[in-house]
């Protein structure tokens, strides 16, 4: 078998990943869950793709399989926790559910095995996605999006040649998901640096040591499905999405609550997050750029406690972000000589910063041109944005969690109205 050596301490036992390896699929189950019956879950397209081959490999290795569950193709399935409960009442711990599928259908039955407490396998059909290999799944829960703890899949396949059948625009999202991790990890090492949220050493290796290998050739699909597999697992041993995520990912958060879509269809999450990193790097930029004397002198005053219950109350006021986001954004809010004592800090370390975040980040050029290269949008437009959206996403992700990013860099500041100015 085309195995890939996996960390210690994984969930995720097996990871076969290489061209052709579907017919390894057999033997991997066989190895993963001896003595088991197996039941493929997939949707019509992903049926195609990857599930009516699957069943072939399995049925001529005598391999036990019960009847598969085929989701119809239109609508498209929702990460809806319902259809996982639904699932899970018909599981039981004799057969191992066999996700075929990329993102939501892998979730889907994630989140149901997890509820079961059974182990399941999936079969990946795009390199769509950080998730496959990530603890917990994206879930909508009586219409909130949340991450529901469950288990990684014991066991992954990926074949290369499937992987490159899946439409252009997944893999366009999946890379671009890649490059958050750009990024995500500059936001990491800021949160470092002030003494918020140290760097976990091995985990921050996981990802970051080859992700420029990784995301140098927008067409390696080997390369990329590696590196989102790779970022799964950090996730896994880290239990905590911070190795793959910073702020990019909560401006995809506050996009995706206020349903972005583009004629009718909603923007994917690698899409949402390819333009939260141009974004953010422009944010970044703004900070190498300026020496700290200029920040001091451009920085606004900080607000009280009563001018930052209006703001938050006013970019909150289209009412699709679900409730406790004003307790998020009061928790972390400080005031007086707190306050002053932080934007003191920050200033003491900006020269470290600046350097800190030219050593993690591509020049703004180069990343555009990968992302454009891999099929990705760069321009905010280009996902249904207009100017006014995307700057109060901008101001609106800052409040909803906890996660030290640039956002609260230059919010503490007092410069991030001066940093959202120079956007293009
Ligand atoms: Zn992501």
């Known amino acids: 078998m085309h195995q890939i050596p996996i960390p210690a301490g994984m969930e995720t036992a097996f990871f076969v990943l290489g061209k052709q390896v579907l017919p390894e699929l057999p033997e991997l189950l066989e190895c993963a869950f001896p003595g088991k019956t197996f039941c493929l879950i997939a949707d019509e397209n992903t049926w195609r793709a990857a599930g009516h081959q699957a069943a072939g490999h399995l049925e001529k290795a005598g391999i036990p399989m019960i009847r598969p569950v085929i989701f119809p193709a239109e609508p498209g399935l929702h990460p809806d926790y319902a259809i996982s409960q639904q699932m899970a009442a018909d599981f039981n711990d004799t057969v191992i559910p066999v996700a075929v599928g990329s993102g939501v259908l892998n979730d889907l039955v994630k989140c149901a095995a997890g509820m079961a407490g059974i182990p399941y396998a999936c079969v990946a059909t795009a390199a769509s996605v950080d998730g496959y290999t990530a603890y917990g799944g994206a879930m909508s829960v009586d219409g909130k999006k949340i991450t529901v703890p469950c288990p990684a899949p014991y066991a992954l396949l990926a074949d290369t040649d499937v992987l490159a059948a899946a439409p252009p625009a997944m893999l366009a999202s999946g890379y671009a998901d890649l490059m958050a991790k750009i990024p995500g990890g500059a936001d990491w090492l800021l949160a470092a640096e002030l003494g918020i949220d140290p760097v976990n050493e091995?985990?921050?290796?996981?990802?970051?040591?080859?992700?420029?290998?990784?995301?140098?050739?927008?067409?390696?699909?080997?390369?990329?499905?590696?590196?989102?597999?790779?970022?799964?697992?950090?996730?896994?041993?880290?239990?905590?999405?911070?190795?793959?995520?910073?702020?990019?990912?909560?401006?995809?958060?506050?996009?995706?609550?206020?349903?972005?879509?583009?004629?009718?269809?909603?923007?994917?999450?690698?899409?949402?997050?390819?333009?939260?990193?141009?974004?953010?790097?422009?944010?970044?930029?703004?900070?190498?750029?300026?020496?700290?004397?200029?920040?001091?002198?451009?920085?606004?005053?900080l607000p009280t406690r009563t001018e930052r219950e209006d703001q938050i109350r006013n970019l909150l006021k289209k009412g699709c972000y679900g409730s406790g986001i004003p307790e998020t954004a009061m928790a972390k809010f400080q005031d007086g000589d707190a306050a002053l004592a932080r934007q003191q800090a920050i200033f003491d370390k900006w020269p470290v910063l600046q350097q800190k975040l030219r050593r993690q980040l591509f020049p703004e050029d180069e990343m555009i041109s990968l992302l454009r290269r891999a099929g990705a949008p760069v321009e905010y437009t280009a996902i249904g944005l207009d100017r006014e959206q995307y700057l109060h996403g901008i101001r609106t992700a800052q409040l909803i969690r906890r996660r030290y990013t640039i956002l609260d860099l230059l919010y503490e500041s007092g410069l991030l109205e001066p940093a959202i100015q120079t956007l293009r």
Not at 242 to 248: D, K, L, N, Q, V
């Open 202 to 301: 091995p985990i921050w290796n996981m990802v970051q040591q080859d992700l420029r290998t990784w995301l140098a050739d927008p067409t390696d699909l080997n390369h990329i499905f590696t590196g989102l597999a790779a970022t799964g697992f950090a996730m896994q041993l880290y239990r905590d999405s911070r190795p793959a995520s910073g702020a990019e990912h909560l401006l995809s958060h506050v996009w995706e609550m206020e349903g972005l879509a583009v004629d009718g269809q909603s923007v994917s999450h690698g899409f949402k997050v390819g333009i939260g990193s141009v974004a953010v790097v422009q944010l970044m930029d703004f900070l190498i750029r300026t020496p700290v004397e200029t920040a001091r002198r451009m920085a606004q005053p």
